[in-house]
Antibody, heavy 115, light 107 residues
Framework: EVQLVESGGGLVQPGGSLRLSCVASGFTFTNYWMTWVRQGPGKGLEWVASINQGGGEMYYVDSVKGRFTISRDNTKNSLYLQMNGLRAEDTAVYHC????????WGQGALVTVSS | DIQMTQSPSSLSASVGDRVTITCRASQDIRNSLAWFQQKPGRAPKSLIYAASSLQSGVPSKFSGSGSGTDFTLTISSLQPEDFATYYCQQYNGYPYTFGQGTKLEIK
C-alpha cells in the first residue's frame, strides 16, 4: 500500500523558515517524480513544486521561487520542502504527492504563518 | 500560465443521477489532465489521469474524456459518498495548474 506521511508543519512568524518532510513507502520511490501541493484555508488546490527522480530537475510556482526549495533523499525515501521567507499567504495544508499527475497523496502538514 | 476553468462551480444532484463536470484549458494541453475528488477534511484522491485513464481501485462509474482544451468528468448513478468537491489539473506545462473546483451537493 502506498503511504506518504508529512511532518514538520507548525506556527511560524512572517519571515521565518520551516522544513517539511514526507516519508514514502509502498512503492519504489526512485521511479517517481514527487510533488508538493498546498491548500489554503477554504481555498482550492495549488501546485507548489515538483522534482524528478534523481533530484536534478525542479520546478516551482512563481509565488515561491527563490523562497522554497524542493529536494529529496532517495536513500531515505524522503521528500522535503525548505520554506524560507514565509508570508501570511503561505498559510496552508501542504501535501506531498506521488508523480506528476499526483496519483497518491499524503494527509498533509499544516503551516500557519502569523505573528 | 495555463488557466483551467471548471464549470459549474457548484452542482446540486440527487442520488442515482448522472452528472458531468467540464474543465477547459486556456491552451492545448493534449491529454495531460487529471481529476481529483476531495471530501471535507480529507486529502484529495486521484480519480483519472491522462484525461480518460481510471486510477487503480476507482470505480467505473467515474469516467473522463476530452483532449486539447476541453475535458469532462462524468459520474454515473450518484451515491451519497460521491458528494464532494472535484478538481481538474493540467500537467502539460509548468506551472501545473488546478481548476477552481466543483462542489457537488445533494439536492
Amino acid at each position: 500500500e502506498v503511504q506518504l506521511v508529512e511532518s514538520g508543519g507548525g506556527l511560524v512568524q512572517p519571515g521565518g523558515s520551516l522544513r517539511l518532510s514526507c516519508v514514502a513507502s509502498g512503492f519504489t520511490f526512485t521511479n517517481y517524480w514527487m510533488t508538493w501541493v498546498r491548500q489554503g484555508p477554504g481555498k482550492g488546490l495549488e501546485w507548489v513544486a515538483s522534482i524528478n527522480q534523481g533530484g536534478g530537475e525542479m520546478y516551482y510556482v512563481d509565488s515561491v521561487k527563490g523562497r522554497f526549495t524542493i529536494s529529496r533523499d532517495n536513500t531515505k525515501n524522503s521528500l522535503y520542502l525548505q520554506m524560507n521567507g514565509l508570508r501570511a499567504e503561505d498559510t496552508a495544508v501542504y501535501h506531498c504527492a506521488r508523480g506528476i499527475a499526483a496519483a497518491s497523496w499524503g494527509q498533509g502538514a499544516l503551516v500557519t504563518v502569523s505573528s | 500560465d495555463i488557466q483551467m476553468t471548471q464549470s459549474p462551480s457548484s452542482l446540486s444532484a440527487s442520488v442515482g443521477d448522472r452528472v458531468t463536470i467540464t474543465c477547459r484549458a486556456s491552451q492545448d494541453i493534449r491529454n495531460s489532465l487529471a481529476w481529483f475528488q476531495q471530501k471535507p477534511g480529507r486529502a484529495p484522491k486521484s480519480l483519472i489521469y491522462a484525461a480518460s485513464s481510471l486510477q487503480s481501485g476507482v470505480p467505473s462509474k467515474f469516467s473522463g474524456s476530452g483532449s486539447g482544451t476541453d475535458f469532462t468528468l462524468t459520474i454515473s448513478s450518484l451515491q451519497p459518498e460521491d458528494f464532494a468537491t472535484y478538481y481538474c489539473q493540467q500537467y502539460n506545462g509548468y506551472p501545473y495548474t488546478f481548476g477552481q473546483g466543483t462542489k457537488l451537493e445533494i439536492k
